[in-house]
């Protein structure tokens, strides 16, 4: 592959690093810093959990809601001290999340799933939680609810409106994760289409670099600036603000892989491998040390785990008696047709082996 071959979607050095410049300069301007927006975020959310509980008591107890349940009328003073707890954990349990984070803000789906499923686990650990401890006085299981309801609603209220502000050109900037390939394949061009199309607008994909290997190829499709070689990535990261290199081709030198890898770690980019070799165990692919080496594979299957293996025993057995009860009359007709036809032995039996080398019997009819 020659850089200056006529066909390549390479661009000139000079036009792309002026574009690279113009946004460094920008970064190194801004105003605002993205962990800003993240503070706002977790502001705007407590100052809704805040009013969720203002809201929760009028509900439970000014509004006819106040003849369910038998429940003495409990004055806001009262209260106070279970809406304190109540406000700090649910933003606790919100940060436990993971929404507080400058990567995931503009993920508007993800967040929302995130919020509600921690306002369910909140509420249903607050109730318990209170109930168990027995705190005085005792709460409403009715205001506990409501509390949880009016959170969820306000709360992605809230973060409707927070989203449209940081979407707004000249903010939306701050929080796009500027994103260097290591090297071209076909692994690349299927990750960079699923980023091309993320409607949030997270990503913001710089460019790749080549490794040298002989996977690498040129764009075909769109244009993506190739910024270099391998070499130069110390260089584009020293000078350019690059949040996560992603590596798609692992056929590299390996001492300039591993330089890559340290350099990440040194000025805290986050690295990212496509486990192109395990495409089919994705699922179950997890990272562990063994011997103080870390090893990428495939740790754990289905059938390791003990429960799994007693559910799938139970299965088999119950399912194998229904179907022996079902088939049981067609076992009967057959039966009788081959004793009529050969007078004798209905079944015969056959030695087998099974899993690990486990002999068995089976059973069959015929003649």
Not at 68 to 85: C, E, P, T, V, W
Not at 286 to 308: K, M, Q, S
Not at 346 to 363: C, D
Request: with cysteine; net charge positive.
């Amino acid at each position: 592959m020659q850089a200056t071959d006529s066909n390549s979607k390479i661009l000139s050095a000079g036009s792309v690093f002026q574009a690279l410049e113009a946004r460094r300069a920008w970064r190194k301007n801004e105003q605002l810093s993205p962990h800003f927006w993240v503070l706002i975020s977790i502001f705007g959310d407590l100052t809704m959990a805040i009013l969720a509980t203002y809201a929760a008591f009028w509900l439970r107890f000014h509004t006819f809601i106040r003849e369910i349940g038998n429940f003495d009328f409990m004055s806001f003073r009262q209260y106070s001290g279970h809406m304190a707890l109540g406000c700090l954990s649910l933003i606790l349990v919100l940060a436990w999340q993971d929404i507080y984070h400058k990567n995931v803000l503009l993920r508007s789906r993800w967040v929302s799933s995130k919020i509600a499923k921690g306002v369910l686990v909140w509420t249903a650990g607050f109730l318990a939680i209170t109930l168990a401890l027995k705190l005085q006085p005792s709460i409403s299981r009715v205001y506990v609810m409501l509390n949880g309801a009016t959170a969820l609603l306000l709360i992605l209220g809230w973060r409707v409106f927070f989203i449209s502000c940081v979407r707004a050109p000249g903010r939306i900037e701050a929080l796009q994760q500027r994103t260097l390939f290591v090297g071209w394949n076909s692994d690349a061009v299927a990750l960079w289409k699923t980023m091309k199309r993320d409607q949030t607008g997270s990503f913001d994909i710089m460019g790749w670099v080549r490794t040298g290997s002989a996977e690498d190829v040129n764009p075909t499709e769109e244009v993506v600036p190739c910024l270099g070689d391998l070499d130069e990535v110390e260089h584009l990261v020293s000078t350019h603000a690059v949040d996560m290199v992603v590596v798609a081709d692992l056929h590299g030198p390996r001492e300039q892989m591993i330089a890559l890898a340290n350099l990440c770690e040194r000025e805290m980019i986050q690295f990212k491998v496509i486990p192109s070799y395990f495409r089919v165990f994705v699922s179950g692919l997890t990272l562990e040390t063994i011997a103080g080496t870390p090893v990428l594979g495939v740790t754990r299957l289905p059938l390791d785990d003990t429960f799994n293996v007693m559910t799938k025993r139970l299965v088999d057995v119950v399912g194998a008696m229904i179907g022996l009860m079902l088939s049981a009359p067609i076992i009967a007709l057959f039966s009788a047709i081959v004793w009529l036809e050969s007078r004798g032995a209905v079944f015969y039996h056959q030695r087998r082996w099974g899993f690990n080398g486990v002999p068995s019997t089976s059973s069959k009819s015929g003649p």
